[in-house]
């Protein structure tokens, strides 16, 4: 197979779902250990009998979430905010809390002034 051919052909995204009833977040790079689901299962390619491991609802229970690493909210608002909304959930983690963390440290270099 050819280079061009390999690069024609697409995986498909590894989108998670969220249950609405209880926020288990279905994740097919992990699979499903209670109900032997190998990881990399689409949630697509689950049994129509597969339940929510948390609280037993049923598939359409679930959202799709999209791919994991990926910008939170919608689609036409990531324009916008500073370009804040482009970021991912674990930076905007690392930004708020390291802004806190920031702010600790110069809240304590304060005592070291006489």
Known sequence: MSEQAEQAVETPE????ECR???YVYEPEKGDDKQDIPSGTLFAELPADWRCPVCT???VAFANIGPAGTASG???NLGY???VNQLTPTQKNILIFGALALGFLF?????GLQ
């Open 57 to 59: 609802a049923k598939k």
């Open 14 to 17: 590894l989108d998670r779902y």
């Open 74 to 76: 919608f689609k036409e």
């Open 107 to 111: 809240f304590i270099s304060l005592y």
């Open 81 to 83: 905010g500073l370009g």
């Open 21 to 23: 009833s209880c926020g």
